[in-house]
Each structure stands twice: as structure tokens, then as C-alpha cells.
């Protein structure tokens, strides 16, 4: 309980705090803004919760342009573990934004909402996420398009990868393995039930693996970069498992 209400006091208290501190930011700091209040309260609802991350691999760099970072899609601790990371923008299925306090928290901080089966939806989503990377911000995606129990990773769509495409983009691959009997996995079952899952779960660990940057060019194509970042994040999951279970 005292988990729970931790979650809501501090997110309660972030999302209006954040939401005065950029309106009297001047625009070309916003993102600084941002971001610094996204790693507070990522931070904070690890410590909440007892996820302690353990990162292996190349780590995440200043940005010099856009980088599209794509990782497979175990838990709603995921977006706390990549944010905390790499900054920027998640890409989230629309229904999140409508969840309690997580969805105002995500729609404050410019999340990326795609409806799933819906091409407008994901052609209007393909547009942002493309404009973002063009100005140099960073993307995190989980091209599975849902969450999965295991360590396998499941095929990737390839929406995200033409935008990197189109935009000159860095993809950075990721892997993310939680330790068993964590609670994080979050599959067929509504937020609050996930929410109070984990928090009865004792502490936990989570490793993240972190790949080389997949570089794209003129040469590129689309279902060629997916289905190699597809390996590369199977690869890292394995890393990540070995970690968190050694």
C-alpha cells in the first residue's frame, strides 16, 4: 500500500510541477526542462518500487542527432528503466494516455500515442516520430507493439525503422531481462491489477543491454534494419538474462 500511494503522491505532485516550471521556460530549454523532471521521476518510482537496474553495454552518448532507440517489451517498468536512460520520447499505445495518472504524466511530457490497427493513427504517429528524430531528439520504441512474458523477441513492424530511414537516425539497440519473480511482466491484465502486482513484488533487478548503434544510409532499407535490430535485441535479451540471473 505505502508503494501505491507513494506512485500517486509523487506522480500527483510531478505532473502539475512540471507542467508550471515549462510554461515559464523559455522554448529552447523546454527539452532540458523536460527531461530533467522525466529522470527525477523515473528515479524516484524505481526507488518506489525496489527496481534497481543493472546496465551493461555501450553507454547511452550526447546526442549529435537523432537516434531511435528499440528494445523488446516486458513491463510498464520499462518506460521508467529507458527514460531514466536515454531521455526523449516514448512511443505508446493510445489507450495509455486515459490511464490513471500515468496518462496525464505521459501526455505532459509530449509522449508519441499510436492506436493500434488504426493507419491514420500510425501514419500521424510515423510523421512525429520522423520530425523529432529530423531535429536530433531521441525515440524509444517497442516495435513488438505490445508486452510479452518471455525472453523471446517477437517480430518487429517496421513503421518506426522507415522514419529512422527517412530521417538519417541512429538505431540504438536494447534488451531489457527482469529477474524472476519481479511481478513486472505485464500481460492480459488491466494497469491497476499490473500496478498492485508489482507493488507486493519484493525488490527486484532488471538488466538492461546496451548495443552499438545500427547506422543507417542510402543504402539502407527499412525490413533490412528491422529485421537486424530484431537480432540484435534477441541477442541482447540473452546478455540481459545471463546478467540478472548470475
Request: hydrophobic share 50%.
Amino acid at each position: 500500500m505505502s508503494r501505491i500511494v507513494g506512485f500517486g503522491a509523487l506522480t500527483g505532485a510531478m505532473v502539475p510541477g512540471f507542467v508550471a516550471h515549462e510554461a515559464l521556460t523559455a522554448k529552447d530549454r523546454r527539452d532540458r526542462v523536460r527531461e530533467r523532471w522525466v529522470s527525477a521521476w523515473c528515479s524516484a518510482l524505481l526507488e518506489i518500487f525496489g527496481v534497481r537496474v543493472i546496465a551493461d553495454g555501450m553507454s547511452p552518448s550526447p546526442r549529435t542527432g537523432g537516434r531511435l532507440v528499440v528494445v523488446n517489451h516486458r513491463s510498464t517498468a520499462d518506460i521508467l528503466v529507458l527514460l531514466r536512460a536515454f531521455g526523449g520520447h516514448m512511443v505508446s499505445r493510445a489507450d495509455l494516455a486515459n490511464w490513471p495518472l500515468v496518462g496525464a504524466a505521459a501526455r505532459a511530457v509530449g509522449t508519441v500515442f499510436v492506436e493500434r490497427g488504426d493507419a491514420l493513427s500510425g501514419a500521424t504517429a510515423l510523421r512525429l516520430i520522423r520530425s523529432h528524430l529530423i531535429k536530433g531528439s531521441t525515440i524509444i520504441v517497442f516495435p513488438e507493439g505490445t508486452t510479452f512474458a518471455d525472453d523471446e523477441v517477437q517480430p518487429f513492424q517496421a513503421g518506426a525503422f522507415v522514419a529512422a530511414l527517412h530521417s538519417g537516425a541512429d538505431i540504438i539497440p536494447v534488451g531489457l531481462a527482469y529477474e524472476a519473480g519481479s511481478g513486472a511482466a505485464f500481460v492480459n491484465e488491466s494497469f491497476p491489477a499490473h500496478l498492485a502486482r508489482m507493488a507486493a513484488a519484493p525488490p527486484s533487478r532488471v538488466a538492461m543491454c546496451m548495443g552499438p548503434a545500427i547506422v543507417t544510409d542510402e543504402s539502407s532499407r527499412a525490413a533490412q534494419l528491422r529485421d537486424v535490430a530484431r537480432s540484435e535485441v534477441q541477442r541482447l535479451v540473452a546478455n540481459a538474462r545471463r546478467i540478472v540471473d548470475g
